[in-house]
């Protein structure tokens, strides 16, 4: 029976060209894995992160191996869709994931990465693990329970709950009862200071178990004066402690300190690198106030274009002002053609949400007929809708039209609930009521003091 033998050269042969096919099918899959690999890096500048997570991942697959520079990417495209407010979120578990991946090789290997790359994710990793820290104290039977009450406005309850389970160490909690002391639910407003001492003693207390949440109220506290003596240099350090621990609000109010210099030296350059800190994190006050620079060219090149896309994503996080301004672009057709109907349709947006300017420039469009038809019934529920809301602009504007009709009692009446306010234009209204005699018994001396009044509130 005959069977098939290799002599020994042809066996040598045979090895060798299966050494060469399985060379041939790895460059091949190397090559495709370096076309993903730039797809990935396309899709990542083009702001598609599930595309080039989805194509990082492929690559990784291709390739047959984990790599330090595929993961590096696959976590700042992570970093985007994540939550970190939300540790059950899929991208942020995901990120997790590939953070203790990239720590734990860092950790074996730590000639093998890039120091700057390695400081990113080590940052990363802690902000993390406050997530997931704060993620875990929250599941706790009672600070559920105190959550439930707290929603159903039962603040007794809630003081109860959040109380029980900060005794047992929960930082979550402690956070919460400061909260409950801080908004006067535990203690009568009228002890202002008590409260707010209660409120900086159970931050304090979070604080050093770690709550970026309580390190922020903290330098809230010192920021406003609330219970301690403002000091603006105490409520930045506590903002950096948080930022640090990856809370977004903190690293926005820093940004808007160096914007304004606000405790610190105005900067600009400074201003906006804490807002795209906070930005990546989802923070839509920053995306807002990223769309002011360059709305403002303030330490940027003016830019309506850039201005209204920022503005756009802080939209859609729901932030009412920045609808506002959408509507006030496409009103002055600044950075875009101008269009009434798209004005009006952003300024109701920003309505819905409660924004007092929008319910204004919406009464505008209606008194002037700008983009509808002129209805000054219209235009006075949306002043009133404003006014009910506390903005004295409204306020002052109803009693110029009581004024302009001649319904004299009317507008002082209006005109003094904006003057409480500190309005300027109400303040000169009741004046010039009392110096031309309208709707008042002419008076001078009192008209002099109203105007006076207008001057030192400018």
Known sequence: MNTFKLMPAAKHLFFLMLCMLGINVNAQDNIKAR???????????????????SALEKTETL???WTTKVS???????????????????????????????MSYATENPDDVIIEKYKVVYQLDESLKTVRTIYNEQQSLQYKAGQEAYNRKDFAKAFEYFSQDAEKGNASAMEKVGYLYFIGAVIPREVRDKEFSKAMEWYLKAANKGNAVAMYNIAHLYAWGFGVTKDYSKAMEWYLKAAEKGNSEAMYEIGFSYDIGEGVARDGKRAREWYLKAVDKGNPDAMYYMGRLYFTGDNVTQNYSTAMEWYLKAADKGFSFAMKDIGRMYNHGWGVAQNYGKAMEWYLKAAEKGNTEAMNNIAKFYY??????????????????AAEKGNDQ?????????????DYSKAMEWYLKAADKKNINALKGIGYLYEQGRGVKKNKTTAAEWLRKAEEAK
């Open 63 to 65: 390739l047959g191996r």
């Open 72 to 102: 590096y990417l696959k976590i700042e495209a992570l970093q985007k869709l994540a939550d970190l407010s939300d540790f059950k979120n899929p991208n942020t578990q995901k990120l997790a994931m590939e953070v203790e991946k990239y």
């Open 35 to 53: 076309i993903e690999f730039e797809n990935a890096e396309s899709s990542f500048v083009a702001g598609a992160y599930p595309a080039a997570v």
């Open 394 to 406: 409204a306020m002052y504007t109803i009693g110029w039209y009581y004024d302009y009709i001649k």
């Open 368 to 385: 002037e007929g700008t983009g509808v038809y002129k209805e000054n019934t219209k235009a006075m529920e949306w002043w009133l809708k």
